[in-house]
């Protein structure tokens, strides 16, 4: 009589690239023969199409995902919005002595989210911050690039927020250079080693 074939089940922990951790049931086969009186485990509970292990049952781990909150504003909260930042020019002034004043900036913004039905005004200063960011892009011409078509939301942040643009400082861009090229204008190749 061949010896009986076991299964027996093993948990493996598998964290793929993903980073979420998830929980697999590994089956492992032993060729161990089973004392007659010894109590087999329970087959876990098949599929009856496939005949595969049911995976209802199959313990899994993963991370939860955290949605990001956004701010959704119609365009004539986007209108108002633009009007009310134009008329408080110590949020985006640098050159004004109230731009330092943390504390009452975080309170307008509050109260702004508060007026529009947002939830913080971090998520309100934030969609600010992003708005600005497109006001920069929109407006940034390099040398040598072709003006841009506008779409019909580029106009419209232009229209809204277009004074922004004078308040946007631009940082200067690196030049690369080659490690090789420097070494070579400072130790001249034609000179003999010592």
């Known amino acids: 009589m061949p010896p009986k074939t076991s299964k027996k089940k093993r948990l493996v922990t598998t964290c793929p690239k993903k980073k979420k951790p998830s929980v697999e049931v590994e089956e492992v086969l ?3 023969e089973e004392p007659a009186g010894s109590p087999q485990s329970p087959s ?6 496939d005949g595969q292990p049911d995976d209802a049952d199959v313990p899994t781990m993963s991370a939860p995902e955290k949605k990001k909150a956004a ?26 002595k109230e731009y330092k004043n943390t504390q009452r900036k975080t309170r307008v913004w509050a109260e702004k989210a508060a007026e529009l039905g947002q939830k913080s005004g971090t998520l ?41 643009q004078t308040h946007i400082s631009r940082m200067r861009g690196r030049t690369a250079i080659s490690l090789k090229s420097q070494l070579a204008t400072t130790i001249p190749a034609s000179q003999p080693p010592s």
């Open 30 to 32: 032993s060729d161990v």
């Open 44 to 49: 876990p509970p098949t599929d009856a199409q």
């Open 71 to 96: 701010v959704i504003l119609t365009d004539e909260q986007e209108v108002e919005f633009g009007e009310w930042l134009r008329s408080n020019p110590f949020l985006y002034t640098k050159q004004l």
């Open 124 to 164: 309100l200063r934030t969609y600010y911050e992003s708005v600005r960011s497109k006001v920069g892009k929109i407006t940034d011409t390099k040398s040598g690039s072709s003006t841009k078509d506008l779409t019909e939301r580029d106009n419209f942040i232009i229209t809204n927020f277009g004074f922004l």
